[in-house]
């Protein structure tokens, strides 16, 4: 039997992708950390399934839930809120299952970056204003960052920077990247995206700390941090130009072309 890593989404239960209802609603057992993960979406976990909240649960524990339902022949739903591949945990439970040798497989879902920029209506990368992302995050009482990805050292490119897992250091956050960024970039934090309760907040980094301390924010939130946020006047993309070569038959089409 086989175990999902499905990213349930940012927070509305809805914006589970269709695979990943289709495979909850085939596992036996399903893992689920119940701080994050929508209740709602259990109810598409089949009669009969066992239940698991793992909030409480260390590593150990949840690879052992996985191996135990692996022996018993039951399929493994493991949610995870936004999308598996960022700041999810899931790496070491690959390891661990490796070495069990218990298969597994990755349902992708929508990531927390993608719902803020949704909540936001703006567009990430924008022609002649932006063109990279960086998702990051601090270390304060989590795993230290690697070397060289501190924010000071990310803020250097001047791209948007995406900060998880950050808002209770708004402050610290605003320092570090006044020096690369300037008192007038624009800021947002987003929190809670795409639930009933979610909550936008949009400055710049001379007042985006003092807007998330008012409005009490601590958690379940990113900052967004680069001018592509106030991106006006801009180029269009060459995608839709009339310049660019079009074709009536694909073979037609150059290689280089894309």
């Known amino acids: 039997m086989t175990v999902y890593f499905i990213g349930a989404g940012p927070g509305a239960a809805d914006l589970i992708t269709v695979r990943g209802a289709r495979t909850l609603a085939a596992c036996q057992v399903c893992l689920y950390a119940g701080s994050l993960v929508p209740r709602e979406l259990l109810d598409d976990c089949p009669p009969g399934a066992r239940l698991v909240d793992t909030a409480h649960l ?5 690879t052992d839930e996985m191996v135990r339902a692996h022996g018993e022949g ?8 936004g ?32 719902a803020a920029a949704a909540a936001l209506k703006r567009e990430l ?3 002649t204003v ?11 009482q989590a795993t230290p960052m690697p070397p060289g990805e501190d924010l000071a050292t990310l803020g250097s490119s001047g791209a948007l920077l ?7 250091y708004a402050d610290e956050v605003v320092a570090e990247l006044l020096p690369h960024y300037g008192a007038d970039c624009p800021a947002a934090v987003v929190a809670f995206a795409s639930r009933p309760d979610e909550v936008v907040l949009r ?13 009490g924010i601590s958690k379940t939130a990113v900052i967004l941090v680069g001018r592509v946020l106030a991106a006006a006047g801009f180029r269009d993309s060459h995608l839709y130009s009339t310049e660019r070569p079009r074709y009536d038959c694909p073979a037609e089409r150059p290689r280089h072309d894309c």
């Open 58 to 62: 260390d590593l150990d524990a949840i």
């Open 74 to 81: 039951h399929d493994v739903a493991r949610l995870h809120s």
């Open 83 to 114: 999308d598996p591949s960022v700041f999810s945990a899931v790496a070491e439970q690959m390891r661990r299952l490796d070495a069990a040798g218990v298969p597994y497989e990755v349902v992708p879902g929508v990531p927390a970056f993608a």
């Open 125 to 127: 990368t924008v022609p």
């Open 130 to 140: 932006g063109q990279t992302v960086v998702l990051t995050r601090i270390a304060r």
């Open 162 to 168: 995406v900060v998880h897992l950050a808002a209770r």
């Open 203 to 215: 400055g710049t980094l001379a007042d985006i700390a003092d807007q998330v301390r008012a409005a």
